[in-house]
């Protein structure tokens, strides 16, 4: 997520800098991705440890 961050904000300096509009529009599409799918993540290891059995597909990937 921190990358993403990074990304974000570079991308939004040199869209500010060089007065490219779209540039913006990328840099706030990476951080509502990145926090979408952050949140998910955590949303599924809650969910996956509260189930008593934890074999469902997903599950599988929070066990590493």
Do not use: H, P, W
């Amino acid at each position: 997520m921190l990358l993403a961050r990074s990304v974000a904000v570079a991308a939004k300096e040199v869209g500010t800098v060089y007065g490219i509009g779209a540039l913006n529009t990328v840099s706030i599409v990476l951080i509502i991705g990145a926090t979408v799918f952050v949140s998910g993540a955590v949303v599924l290891a809650a969910i996956c440890q509260l189930r008593s059995d934890s074999t469902g597909t997903l599950c599988r990937f929070t066990m590493m």
